[in-house]
């Protein structure tokens, strides 16, 4: 698809001679080429974030399809086993990146959806759910409504202030509903509850229906590359709808070791195995213990996060502003990495502290670190 001159499929548009674009450096070979359109794609996308307010608190959940379409072999060693990998590698970046969100999995199979994981920031809980859950197999139809409902109803108590995002992995091309999907997307509307669909076969118009009303993102994935950009691509949030600033409360708990007295169950193993301990993180409001943090409080319903957490959370709120391009006439070095920039190379700077960066570094600073690292070593004036 391209959105970018009002049409909606790539037949729509103009014949284009995409390869003339490639060309061979001295050497003979085109890997700059290459690395060339791959930037411009990257910064494009870099550069439509300026300016825009996106969510520090994000609930995510993410659906996946257990069909049998997921068992088809076009994505290597099948749909399925090729998906919960990359989920995997997702959800680690996602908890890293954002540290006081929390996410929750959802599996639809045999016309029916069930949730697997509850809405949590334990990165290992969710991990082993999902393995374990990954090795029953798939079967059946999937079903699109059913799945969206049993979302919906882990999201509607979710305050105003945070985001509320459903990431849909379909494979199938069907789905057995058992009434009016549309009335339930417009539930979703009201709910202001985005979902984004990707798909791994052909276009859907049902889903494609879903992400636009509830202003999500719908794409098709091309192959396991491509699946692996799409889903990577939300562990940025979204623009925020939230036109107003809200004061949340907030609990910041230390770990107490206390060996004289006596153990007792903390309250994130309720409905698991109970884990019995004198040690652990203590609500500050209703003195309820915990294992790991962040996660909310299920006695008070109050958010427990250390300060790192929602430091660590800043860079939402406050990114680092897109660098600017120019056109070297001498060799320089980037700030980065310390690589050579060779005179007439198109480079990036920044455009606070007017050091230059390699493309490999901008797109590093921009979607990893969130730090530019020129800026962060200019000494403070309160320094001493």
């Known amino acids: 698809m391209d959105e970018d001159d009002g049409k909606t499929y790539r037949w729509e548009t103009e014949y284009e001679k995409t390869w003339e674009a490639i060309k061979e450096d001295d050497s003979?070979?085109?890997?700059?080429?290459?690395?060339?359109?791959?930037?411009?794609?990257?910064?494009?996308?870099?550069?439509?974030?300026?300016?825009v307010r996106l969510g520090m608190m994000r609930h995510l959940v993410i659906v996946i399809d257990?069909?049998?379409?997921?068992?088809?072999i076009d994505m290597k060693p099948n749909r399925f086993i090729c998906c919960t990998r990359m989920i995997e590698k997702f959800v680690t970046e996602f908890i890293d990146q954002n540290p006081i969100s929390q996410l929750c999995f959802i599996v639809t199979r045999n016309k029916r959806a069930e949730k697997i994981t509850d809405?949590?920031?334990n990165l290992k809980s969710q991990i082993e759910v999902l393995k374990t859950f990954a090795s029953t197999g798939c079967h059946g139809e999937a079903s699109v409504q059913n799945a969206l409902e049993l979302a919906y109803s882990v999201l509607r108590h979710m305050p105003s202030h945070t985001s509320k995002e459903v990431l849909?992995?379909?494979?199938?091309?069907?789905?057995?509903?058992?009434?009016d999907i549309h009335k339930t997307i417009d539930t979703l509307v009201k709910s202001n509850i985005r979902c984004s669909v990707i798909g791994l076969s052909a276009e859907v118009y049902v889903c494609k229906a879903l992400a636009s009303k509830t202003n999500g993102i719908y794409n098709i994935a091309l192959d396991e590359t491509h699946l692996k950009d799409l889903i990577?691509?939300?562990l940025n949030p979204l623009p925020s709808s939230v036109t107003e600033s809200t004061l949340m409360k907030m609990g910041f708990p230390q770990y107490i070791h206390?060996?004289?007295?006596?153990?007792?169950?903390?309250?994130?193993?309720?409905?698991?195995?109970?884990?019995?301990?004198?040690?652990?993180?203590?609500?500050?409001?209703?003195?309820?213990?915990y294992c790991d943090l962040p996660v909310e409080c299920k006695v008070c319903s109050l958010t427990l996060v250390s300060a790192s957490h929602l430091a660590r959370s800043y860079h939402h709120l406050f990114p680092v502003d897109p660098f600017a391009e120019k056109s070297l006439t001498s060799v320089d070095l980037c700030t980065g990495c310390l690589k050579e920039l060779p005179a007439g190379?198109?480079?990036?700077?920044?455009?606070?502290?007017?050091?230059?960066?390699?493309i490999d570094c901008d797109v590093f600073i921009h979607e990893v670190s969130h730090v530019c690292p020129g800026c962060a070593s200019i000494p403070s004036k309160y320094s001493t």
């Open 345 to 358: 190379k198109s480079v990036t700077f920044c455009t606070s502290c007017k050091n230059y960066f390699c």
């Open 28 to 51: 003979g070979r085109i890997q700059s080429s290459v690395d060339e359109i791959m930037y411009k794609s990257i910064r494009k996308r870099i550069l439509n974030q300026k300016n």
């Open 119 to 121: 809405l949590n920031g």
């Open 232 to 234: 990577f691509s939300h």
């Open 168 to 179: 849909f992995i379909m494979g199938s091309l069907t789905s057995c509903d058992p009434s």
């Open 258 to 289: 206390e060996p004289h007295d006596k153990p007792f169950m903390c309250a994130c193993h309720l409905e698991d195995e109970p884990n019995f301990g004198i040690s652990g993180y203590f609500c500050p409001q209703c003195n309820s213990k």
């Open 66 to 72: 257990m069909s049998d379409a997921m068992t088809n």
